[in-house]
């Protein structure tokens, strides 16, 4: 058996492209802000990309860029001031935070109809529940889609997730359990104090693997036929390239690919899924917004 690669970058566009032609539907422009804290290099990234595929999907974008010395109360007043913005429909506050700013508050002050990143606790509660109303968070949501539009069946298999934050494990073990499409699964949740993790990844049907390790899962840990998507994007150094770095996932991809059904490949699987998704949650916040 050898994979079919899950093409994440084709995939992205035609869901990218599908919103693109809903926003021109709308009649309005939903608006996106994301909050940028510091410097850090990856974000900075993350951010420029959010904000172009914002822009190209006909809807507005705006970058709020506040010094890494932001003090608390400064962030929150930031995010006071796009809660009460009627141009803004939903934003993220891009995350690692600084060290000295408080996570868990920052996100709890974001209005959670704006909080289209999907941590807010009452969106989390929400998505726990199987309330469309809650927004999914972008990653899982991201996964999810790809296997309902890959023809990956879910119902009835046994989906092992490796990997509990609350960005991607948690709401995965959420989606993939609800009674609908592309859920329906049995779904196992590993973690860095599971015992004899490769028995239990060898069972899996499903394999999604979030843990930031580079090449952790190897071809032992994974049964024939196994769906694989990596979550994971990890540098390591390669100085055959001219960055001195090169980017890759938490699978083992050479050595797993040949006996898994399908996997995703790392760049290009599931990073540019959420990119997309963010924008399906975009739009489902404007959408909210209208019937108010
Ligand atoms: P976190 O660091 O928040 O969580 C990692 C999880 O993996 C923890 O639950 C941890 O267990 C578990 N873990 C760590 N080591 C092991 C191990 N050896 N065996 C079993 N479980 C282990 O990571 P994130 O979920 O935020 O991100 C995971 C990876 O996915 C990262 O590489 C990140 O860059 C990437 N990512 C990619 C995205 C994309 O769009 N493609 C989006 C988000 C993340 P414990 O809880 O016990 O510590």
Redo the contacts with the bound molecule.
Sequence with gaps: MSGVRLDGVALGKQIRGEVAEQVVALGITPGLAVVLVGEDP?SQVYVRSKGRACEQAGMHSETIRLPATTNQAGLLAAIDRLNADPAIHGMLVQLPLPDHLDTDTVIRRIDPAKDVDGFHPINIGKVVLGDPTGFRP??PY?IQQMLIRSGIETTGAHAVI????????RPMASLLIQNGPGGNATVTT?????KD?GAITRSADILV?????PR?VTAEMVKEGAVVI?????RVEDASTERGYRLV??VDFEAVAPLASAITP?PG???????AMLLVNTLQAARAGLRF
Excluded: E, K, Q, Y
């Design positions: 990856a972008a990653t991201g490796v990997g509990r934050s609350t960005i991607v494990g590993c973690h860095s104090r599971s993790l693997v979030a843990i930031g390790r952790c990596d979550v994971g994007i990890n996932g938490d790392v699987g599931v990073g540019p899924m959420t990119i």
